[in-house]
T-cell receptor
Framework: DAGVTQSPTHLIKTRGQQVTLRCSPISGHKSVSWYQQVLGQGPQFIFQYYEKEERGRGNFPDRFSARQFPNYSSELNVNALLLGDSALYLC???WGFGTGETGELFFGEGSRLTVL | SQQGEEDPQALSIQEGENATMNCSYKTSINNLQWYRQNSGRGLVHLILIRSNEREKHSGRLRVTLDTSKKSSSLLITASRAADTASYFCATDATHGSSNTGKLIFGQGTTLQVKP
């Protein structure tokens, strides 16, 4: 079975531009979350989506937005790019959205964004 | 912001030796998870330990959790060169009926296993 797939794998943008990153979850997984990993740091939570609705948001500015489609794939958009947005953007999926606990996440290989 | 800290930041050992990594966190948790990352690629889930568990094993991995000290350790026994990677702890601090699906990651320990 295919794992979580992300595209593009690498991209270079300039300051002020906009970027869209894409994620397809594991078949059957209905929940997708996005993380930003700056070089040398651990991943930081950006968003979680379940059944096309935003269910959680991290401490990121409004320049960051996301959505989930009926097939459970997801897009992360970042507007007005800053140099500090350079990072590995990771998508993770899991099956459900149970109460009380976040279990194992399945990560994609990430999209490495460089902002010049 | 990061939940906690990992110690050491970097660890270099010989093949066959054991590797121990520690993780501290700040808030009460539902569970604590360990992930592995090879060379800036995707993270792979290793093991999950719940707040009411004290120790868990999976193959060559042993995880302990001390909720009174808000700390956890990951032990990799009989290490191999293929274990070279970064290891991250992540905590699920969700409370109440809503579940944001948020994990809070530490800054990681970079492990090098020399053949």
């Amino acid at each position: 079975d295919a794992g979580v797939t992300q595209s593009p794998t690498h991209l270079i943008k300039t300051r002020g531009q906009q970027v869209t990153l894409r994620c397809s979850p594991i078949s059957g997984h209905k929940s997708v979350s996005w993380y930003q990993q700056v070089l040398g740091q651990g991943p930081q939570f950006i968003f979680q989506y379940y059944e096309k609705e935003e269910r959680g948001r991290g401490n990121f500015p409004d320049r960051f937005s996301a959505r989930q489609f009926p097939n459970y794939s997801s897009e992360l958009n970042v507007n007005a790019l800053l140099l500090g947005d350079s990072a590995l953007y990771l998508c993770a999926s899991r099956w459900g959205f149970g109460t009380g606990e976040t279990g194992e996440l399945f990560f994609g290989e990430g999209s490495r964004l460089t902002v010049l | 912001s990061q939940q906690g800290e990992e110690d050491p930041q970097a660890l270099s050992i010989q093949e066959g030796e054991n590797a121990t990594m520690n993780c501290s966190y700040k808030t009460s948790i539902n569970n604590l998870q360990w992930y592995r990352q090879n060379s800036g690629r995707g993270l792979v889930h290793l093991i999950l330990i719940r707040s009411n568990e004290r120790e868990k094993h999976s193959g060559r991995l042993r995880v302990t959790l001390d909720t009174s000290k808000k700390s956890s350790s990951l032990l990799i026994t009989a290490s191999r060169a293929a274990d070279t990677a970064s290891y991250f702890c992540a905590t699920d601090a969700t409370h109440g009926s809503s579940n944001t699906g948020k994990l809070i990651f530490g800054q990681g320990t970079t492990l090098q296993v020399k053949p």
